[in-house]
């Protein structure tokens, strides 16, 4: 396959995920709402949300690496899709995922991660910097069980192509990894509440009403980017765990209804928990998880 | 064998002075004592044939000697008074 | 505490006393000379002439040591005037006025006490006595010098000179056995002359005798030292 | 040639014509007067080095020993005759002034006591020697009183009693010795045979004793340490340097009366004197004392040699005499700076930087005690340790490394506070010309005994000594201005890394390492450009660093990697001892690290032990593979900081200069990974297996990587944090090469070059921060990006690399981590390595907002850019990062194939693809990445730039606050203590407890040695108990 | 009995001396009773040089008309150990009056003459 062509899939892709992050999170917005017995907005309001924001006319920048933020930010996201192969089975829809493999993704997370969190720097808004704090302490604990999933995983397949992963798990729902290697998938799903920021772990960006966590000081152009940046990224990770846990998808349809059910799990998850201080998370990581990811590992070298 | 008894008592009494020397709370008697024992030394030396060093004991030992701890303690005695 | 002390220190002197007795009982008496002794007293007079054999010892065979010792004594002196110097430099009056009895004794003793120790010094070679008999009783001699003339000056410009001229002949007369003789104090340099005789025995009068006045001096100097502090003040 | 008694008649003479003369002028006599005993014995020594061996024997009063007294004079006899008279003569230069104030009898003194120790050292007759030694105790005794105060009088009585009973002990043996030898001669009692009984086994007792004594054993030698603390310095120079030298020979010349085997007792004498002083000297503050101390404690150690003789063989003579002419010359030249500056407690020795030549000797002399190559004692040391592992004698290698240990502990103290101290004394340091001029002398002395030292050495290479001539160089280049020096110093290693290379351009690890030392060093010059004046004592040892870095390359054997170990200790020593409040950190570092070299020494001893070459090799032929192993483990993990042996680094590195922290994090550290690498190599694969010191290895890596990171998380100063990020990287390095795996080893490299590159880069930017902010306070700075654009680029271009986020080479490194940790199964190791490179984002986060983004403080509303000096190297750096990131191959793939195809680790190989990277697990393609992301990136700030293009610039304080203001920027800046919640959640894991370990082995040591030198309770009553029951001890020991 | 001859009975003697001597060196604390002390020492190892170059019924090794020139070497003592002592004897005068001065100095500074008074260097 040519490169052109290659672009050319790479670019429909991203726009079938961006489409889907934002009416994804239209609908989930729209069912929590309905759960806490509001009425909630509707299912197209982020699509309004993105448009209102690139057509702001006020563009206010804090100098270079403000402004580069929301690129490094919106790369990170772009980036993690480019290097994800989509749909198993079709050449179409690998991106660009023989550069690199497992590993590349879960460190190319990062770059969107240190992008925003130095363009909110440059911000100066003291409650960004806070809200990065935070959030880099979170992270840091929530690496833990999904490293140790990650290993367990690799040492199941003896790979760290994703798309071998997903290969092994084809012929039916015993295959998946969920049941071949349920610590692993515990302790990588318990991860996962984290790496999506909901509630009870949504403290470095909560309340989002108020003007509080890193992008507190991005608006308009720059905040769109940031939105697009979330709708690609959460499908993305959905993707991700899809693929490494639940037997990937041969086709949109299947990515669409897994990535569905994947993030409404947090979401449901966030409804019923309160929310967590970074202090008491981060313990919490190191207790449940942590055994998860340590059992995954010990069950597999027995 | 009357050397041995000579040599006997001369070293007994050698020894109670060393004694005397080097308890008696006052310093004079002391420093006679050692003087005593020099002397009492050179004795024997002459008893052990060795009249070079007789003499040398005698001279030296007992006489140097214990006029430099003479002066000394004279010199000790003088400004303990001024004080 | 102080019977703690004591019975402390008593037991390492106990200790002691035990090694000392081990090595007591090593000793058995001698019957005989042994091999250097005897070359002493077979080839001593032939060799150095002087019929006294410890001083044939002291003063030839065993010179440097005898040059050491001499050392000594004069390292003494100098240490004790270097420590006695006092800071102000200068001396008072001693306090007691000497006795008449005790001025008079000396006048008559010193002269008879001298030639006493000149005598010892110079037939050190043929009777018991010595240099360093010689050289205390000349420092007695001084002692009483100096209890009878308690308030005059007496400046120690003599008795270094004596030192210095003393121990340099001393010292010359060993190099004079390296050039002339067999070696370093030699006291062949001479001819041994008569056995039994004043002049005999090489160098050995001539040694002996600078050896008397060097030592004389040098305790004299000592104590000189230690009579004239008595009257100095305190600082 | 002139008869040596000349020189006794010429000294004696000369002191009894003095009592003629009276007037002034006479220090001019003297001086002639000992003059001439140096030309003799040198003339005799001479004679005797230019082949002649017939020893000279002359007797006295014209009859042949026994009958009389006789001298010898050999070769022995003549080098101790020299060095005492060279010393008598510089001694006198020394104290001509007081001398002259004392008045004529002072002088009279010394001339007699310099006889006396000319005839010790030459008389064969014990009486005689007796009579000699007293004169020489009483010259002393009386020398002490030259400089007049409250304590001499007491230290003089006290030296005058236990003389008295000590030789007492010595009289009592010589009668007996007569009673039963018939003799005093030593050579005649030597040819006698006489059967050995008990008497005359316990009179050469007493009188061996008594000699013992005269050494000053520790512990009974209170009454001697007295007198160095009282006596005048110069005369202190006299008694260590002097009548030590006299008694060390006396005894050497009096062992072979004993029936008895006194050897070990002399061993062990000489080990308890060695280690206790030394130990004690840890508590001691007074100079002088401290002096003693050290001085009784090279006795000892000449002592521990005297008695392991037979076993050293052959090498006696060169061991011998390297550590005495180093204690003598060393020891008597700190006494003599001693009475120049005439300060007693060591703090007040910072009065020292008041004279250039003064500190440089003092220094000089204090390496020259240590045993620091290339001085004499060095060589001496080393052939000690090889020869005593040899002959598998090592508890007392472990002892004689303690002690020196303990040594170096108080030396390098004083020497901190002789550089960095507060200099609180007001008046002008009055230095009398002639008292300059010994001390010089004796500098000179040591520099040719370095040499000759080095030639005797089977070791000694010519080669070894062209850095030190470099570093003499430079040192005489000093006057130069800095721009100069540091031109030449790059010119010369651009040159040296020309000539070297083609000698190591088939071994790509060594090329590797070459090219981070050489490479990095001419990059951190380039920051010393922006130095102005002459940078006075800095490029020496820069010079002297890399040399040491470079040796360790080109070592062929374990000499040449021991010197160049020692010799890059010591110059980054004094790099780190250059920063402002380095002292306490300089003295941890060198603490450390000569901890560190020594357990290097033991190890290359062990491996020595039961084999016959020196070349590296035999450590993989080594007959105690767990000790060896684990001791040079130890040893190069001191250096590399792995976690409990790590708190010297952070202040080492954060208290350096700017351009230093960069030399010693970025390139010094490699040096102990370069160790570990050699070692592992030596080590071999399979035998590695049966290893669990690997495992623990690992282990310790891992948790050096969270440890030092996660200490970094917490720290507030910059170059702090960079330190302990420091000290996680070499953690990750550890932990790649304890897999022995091929890949394990490929990411050690890659860890080893990224860890180069981004921390050099850093610690450059940060350095070049912080000589403008001058601060190292994160939370004092602030916004800086706006002054210091390029000094931000290059920190974020580090901090990816550092946190190996792709496309930047870190990740590279990261790839790598996992098929290693997958391949050989170390899973939880790999989950905490995994977690540390997590940790590793707070502080980079910390790092980078805290100084450049945030609101910027006021008072640094006009700081400009970093110095351009300081910008170039960074940019090379990042240029390097850029490449290695896109084309890690170029580096990797040779390695990989000289891994692979030799027998090291031939199995699971990384195969390279054309540009990617694949081994069974996985791939990686850093260059299509790179093009990837680049693409992307490019194009996504386009499109934003398009959508944004009208993008209004604000102030950086004109933020969103809800309406309300902030109070002023700089507490809006939200950066002290960053991570309290992280703190809260999991700091109990960067409590510092290695810290508080140290400490308290710190104060253990330091309370044991204050406890232990209570014996000498200042009476000198007990120093005659002490003395009898020494004598007791032995008694017992040996009957 | 052997024990009771001259020369054993000086050796005991001088033992006994000596012992006594080093007793008043470390009991004593005046500083001029350890000077004493110091001079019986002396004194005892002068005798116990002496009798250790005794021989029994010897006469004093001079050569003179009481002995035979040609059998001196059977009729009288060991000359060496006499000549010893005689430098000993010497050295020891010197000493002795080395350390008065000492006590002497230190009395003038300090106004005592214990030995535990004079602490000031230790440690």
């Known amino acids: 396959m040519s490169l052109f062509t290659r672009i050319l899939f790479v670019l429909l892709g991203l726009f079938i995920t961006l489409n889907w992050g934002l009416i994804m999170s239209g609908i989930i917005r729209k069912i929590i709402a309905r759960l806490s017995m509001r009425r909630g907005i509707k299912v197209v309001q982020p699509y309004i949300n993105l448009i209102k924001n690139f057509s702001i006319r006020s563009q206010l920048t804090h100098g270079v690496m403000f402004y580069l933020g929301p690129v490094f930010r919106l790369s990170g996201g772009v980036g993690v899709f480019l290097f994800m192969p989509m749909i198993y089975g079709s050449i179409y829809w690998t991106n660009f995922s023989f550069t690199g493999d497992l590993i590349l993704i879960s460190y190319f997370l990062f770059f969107g991660m240190l992008g925003m969190a130095l363009g909110a720097g440059e911000g100066g808004h003291p409650y960004s910097a806070i809200g990065i704090g935070r959030g880099l302490a979170q992270f840091t604990a929530i690496e833990v069980p999904m490293t140790l999933a990650i290993i367990s995983i690799a040492i199941q397949y003896n790979s760290l192509s994703i798309t071998e992963i997903v290969a092994a798990q084809q012929g039916g729902i015993m295959n998946w990894t969920m049941v071949t290697n349920p610590f692993a998938t515990i302790a990588a799903m318990l991860a996962f509440l984290g790496m999506m920021g909901h509630s009870p772990f949504n403290v470095v960006m909560a309340p989002q009403e108020n003007p509080i966590g890193p992008p507190t000081e991005y608006h308009g152009t720059f905040l769109g980017v940031l939105q697009t940046n979330r709708a690609i990224l959460h499908v993305v990770e959905a993707v991700l765990f899809m693929n490494l846990f639940f037997g990937g998808a041969t086709n949109w349809g299947i990515l669409i209804l897994k990535t569905f059910l994947i993030y409404f799990y947090t979401v449901f998850v966030g409804m019923v928990f309160p929310r967590f201080r970074v202090d008491q998370s981060i313990p919490w990581f190191f207790k449940i998880p942590l055994v998860f990811g340590i059992l995954a590992i010990v069950l597999l070298i027995i | 064998m009357i050397h041995v008894i000579i040599i006997i008592l001369l070293s007994v009494v050698m020894i109670v002075m060393a004694f005397v020397a080097i308890h008696h709370k006052n310093l004079q008697v002391a420093v006679i004592a050692s003087g005593i024992i020099s002397l009492f030394a050179s004795v024997i030396y002459i008893f052990l044939a060795a009249p070079d060093v007789a003499i040398t004991e005698a001279s030296i030992g007992s006489v140097i000697t214990v006029s430099i701890f003479f002066y000394v303690l004279n010199k000790i005695r003088h400004e303990d008074i001024k004080k | 505490m102080k019977i703690l002390r004591s019975s402390a220190l008593l037991i390492v002197v106990g200790f002691m006393a035990w090694m000392m007795f081990n090595l007591y009982v090593t000793y058995d008496s001698r019957t005989e000379l042994n091999d250097v002794a005897a070359y002493y007293a077979e080839e001593g007079l032939s060799e150095v002439g002087a019929a006294n054999l410890v001083t044939s010892i002291v003063v030839t065979y065993r010179g440097l040591d005898t040059l050491g010792e001499v050392t000594i004594l004069f390292l003494t002196a100098a240490i004790i005037g270097l420590l006695l110097k006092t800071e102000k430099g200068t001396r008072t009056t001693p306090v007691r006025e000497s006795s008449e009895f005790l001025m008079t004794g000396a006048r008559i003793l010193i002269p008879v006490i001298t030639m006493i120790g000149v005598y010892i010094f110079i037939n050190g070679h043929l009777s018991p006595g010595g240099g360093f008999q010689g050289g205390a009783i000349l420092a007695s001699t001084f002692i009483l010098l100096l209890m009878s003339i308690s308030n005059k000056k007496i400046g120690h410009r003599l008795l270094d000179y004596t030192e210095a001229i003393s121990g340099l002949s001393f010292i010359l007369i060993g190099v004079l056995g390296i050039i002339l003789a067999a070696g370093f104090l030699d006291n062949k340099i001479f001819s041994l002359g008569t056995f039994g005789t004043l002049l005999s025995a090489g160098t050995i009068p001539i040694i002996y005798s600078l050896v008397g006045l060097k030592v004389g001096a040098e305790l004299s100097n000592i104590i000189l030292e230690f009579n004239q502090i008595q009257g100095d003040e305190d600082h | ?1035 017992l020991l040996m009957f | 009995m052997k024990l009771f001859e001259i020369e054993y009975i000086s050796l005991i003697a001088g033992f006994i001396l000596l012992i006594v001597g080093l007793w008043g060196i470390i009991s004593q604390r005046n500083i001029i009773k350890m000077i004493i002390s110091f001079s019986i020492l002396d004194t005892s190892v002068h005798l116990l040089l002496v009798a250790v170059g005794y021989i029994r019924n010897r006469t004093a090794p001079i050569i003179d008309s009481s002995v035979n020139k040609l059998n001196a070497a059977n009729e009288i003592t060991d000359p060496l150990p006499q000549a010893l002592v005689l430098t000993a004897i010497v050295i020891g005068v010197g000493i002795t009056a080395l350390l008065l001065t000492y006590a002497l100095k230190l009395f003038r500074q300090n106004s005592s003459l214990e030995i535990n008074q004079y602490k000031s260097l230790k440690w």
């Open chain 4, 1 to 1035: 040639m002139v008869n040596p008694i000349y020189i006794v008649a010429v000294l004696l003479g000369t002191a009894f014509l003095l009592g003629l003369f009276r007037k002034k002028g006479t220090g001019i006599i003297a001086l002639v007067a000992l003059a001439f005993p140096v030309f003799v014995s040198a003339s005799w020594f001479f004679h005797f080095l230019s082949g002649n061996t017939e020893v000279l024997n002359f007797f006295t009063a014209g009859a042949k020993p026994p009958f009389s007294i006789n001298l010898q004079l050999g070769i022995e006899e003549a080098l101790f005759t020299m060095v005492i008279n060279v010393l008598g003569f510089l001694g006198y230069t020394y104290l001509y002034r007081d001398f002259k104030e004392q008045g004529i009898k002072s002088t009279v003194l010394f001339l007699i006591l310099i006889m006396g120790l000319n005839v010790l050292i030459m008389s064969r007759d014990i009486f005689n020697l007796f009579v000699f030694l007293e004169i020489v105790s009483i010259a002393i005794a009386g020398l002490i009183y030259l400089k007049r105060g409250a304590d001499t009088a007491i230290a003089g009585f006290k030296y005058l009693i236990a003389l008295g009973v000590i030789s007492t002990f010595l009289l009592i043996g010589i009668a007996f010795f007569y009673l039963f030898s018939g003799t005093l001669n030593i050579d005649d009692f030597l040819n006698s045979n006489l059967p050995a009984v008990k008497g005359m086994s316990m009179a050469v007792f007493l009188i061996l004793m008594a000699i013992l004594l005269e050494l000053k054993p520790f512990p009974a030698n209170g009454w001697a340490l007295d007198v160095y603390q009282a006596a005048h310095p110069g005369i202190s120079a006299m008694i260590s340097s002097g009548t030590a030298t006299a008694s060390i020979f006396l005894l050497y010349k009096l062992l072979p009366l004993s029936s008895i085997d006194w050897l070990p007792y002399i061993s062990i004498i000489g080990a308890i004197t060695f280690i206790g002083s030394n130990l004690l000297g840890i508590a001691q503050k007074d100079s002088n004392r401290l002096l003693g101390y050290s001085s009784v404690g090279q006795i000892g150690l000449m002592l521990i040699i005297i008695g392991m003789a037979p076993q050293l063989g052959e090498h006696f003579n060169l061991i011998f005499l390297t550590v005495f002419i180093s204690h003598f010359l060393a020891k008597a030249g700190l006494f003599w700076i001693s009475g120049i500056i005439k300060k007693d407690n060591i703090r007040q020795w910072s009065v020292l930087r008041k004279n250039k030549l003064l500190l440089f000797m003092f220094g000089f002399f204090l390496l020259t005690l240590l045993g620091f190559p290339p001085f004499p004692s060095f060589y001496g040391k080393w052939q000690l340790i090889m020869e005593l592992a040899h002959g598998s004698q090592f508890i007392w290698l472990a002892l004689i490394l303690a002690g020196s240990f303990f040594e170096g502990m108080y030396l390098i103290r004083w020497f901190g506070f002789a550089m960095k101290e507060k200099d609180e004394s007001e008046e002008k340091l009055t230095i009398h010309w002639e008292k300059m001029i010994p001390p010089v002398i004796f500098t000179v002395f040591v520099m040719g005994a370095s040499y000759f030292a080095n030639n005797s050495s089977d070791y000694g290479h010519t080669l070894n000594l062209i850095p030190i001539y470099f570093v003499i160089a430079l040192f005489l280049l000093d006057f130069l201005p800095a721009f100069v020096k540091n031109s030449l110093v790059i010119a010369s290693m651009i040159i040296y890394s020309i000539l070297l290379y083609p000698d190591i351009s088939d071994d790509t690890l060594r090329l590797v390492f070459a090219g981070i030392f050489m490479i990095g060093g001419v990059l951190t010059l380039f920051a010393g450009y922006s130095v102005k004046g002459k940078r006075e004592g800095f490029f020496p040892f820069v010079v002297m660093m890399y040399a040491g870095l470079i040796g360790l390359i080109e070592a062929e054997n374990l000499f040449q990697f021991f010197f160049a170990w020692e010799i890059m200790t010591l110059g980054s020593y004094f790099l780190i001892l250059r920063g402002k409040k380095s002292i306490k950190h300089a003295f941890n570092y060198m603490l450390f690290s000569l901890g560190g070299a020594y357990l290097i020494f033991i190890g290359f001893a062990l491996s020595y032990f039961g084999q016959d070459s020196l070349d590296l090799s035999i450590i993989s032929a080594t007959t105690l593979p767990g000790w060896t192993y684990t001791l040079l483990a130890i040893g190069f993990l001191t250096k590399t900081a792995a976690i409990g042996l790590h708190i010297w680094l952070p202040g080492a590195h954060a208290e350096a200069e700017s351009d230093v922290s960069p030399m010693v994090s970025g390139i010094l550290l490699k040096a102990g990974a370069f160790g570990l690498i050699l070692l592992f190599l030596l080590m071999g694969a399979e035998q590695s297996e049966q290893h669990s010191l690997l495992y623990i290895l690992g282990w310790l890596g891992a948790i050096t990587a969270v440890g030092g990171n996660l200490l970094a998380v917490f720290q507030e100063d910059a170059k702090r944090l960079l330190a302990y990020s420091s000290v996680g990287n070499l953690g990750y390095i550890l932990f790649a090469l304890a897999f022995m795996t091929n890949v394990g080893w490929l990411t050690a490299i890659t860890y080893s070059i990224n860890h180069f590159l981004f921390k050099t880069l850093l610690f450059l930017a940060i350095g070049g921060v912080v000589m403008r902010v001058k601060t190292h306070n994160m939370y004092e700075m602030g916004g800086l990006i706006k002054k210091m654009p390029w000094s931000f680029i290059a920190v974020l271009i580090g901090i990816i690399t550092l946190a190996g986020i792709p496309p930047l080479a870190g990740y590279g490194g990261k790839w790598l981590f996992y098929n290693a940790v997958l391949t050989k199964g170390w899973y939880f190791q790999g989950a905490l390595i995994f977690f540390s490179g997590t940790i590793a984002f707070l502080y980079a986060f910390k790092l980078i907002y805290s100084v450049f983004l945030g609101q910027p403080k006021d008072k640094f509303r006009n700081v400009k850019e970093a110095p351009i000096w300081y910008l170039i190297p960074q940019f090379i750096l990042m240029i390097g990062i850029m490449v290695f990131s896109a084309r890690p191959d170029l580096i990797l793939k040779p390695i990989g194939t000289m891994l692979s195809q030799s027998n090291y680790f031939p199995t699971d190989p990384l195969n390279w693809e054309d540009v990617t990277a694949t081994t069974n697990l996985g791939y990686w393609s850093g260059y299509k990445i790179m093009i990837v992301i680049g693409v992307m990136f490019v194009v996504l700030l386009g499109w934003l730039m398009i959508m944004s293009r009208k993008a209004q610039k604000i102030k950086q304080f004109n933020i969103v606050y809800a309406g309300e203001r902030p109070f002023t920027p700089g507490t809006t800046h939200f950066s002290h203590n960053m991570f309290s919640n992280y703190y809260k959640a999991i700091g109990f894991l960067s409590w510092p407890v290695a810290t508080g370990f140290w400490n308290g082995v710190n104060l253990f040591t330091h309370n044991v040695a204050d406890n232990i030198r209570r014996i000498y309770s200042g009476n000198g009553q007990t120093y005659i108990v002490h003395i009898m029951i020494y004598t007791i001890v032995i008694y």
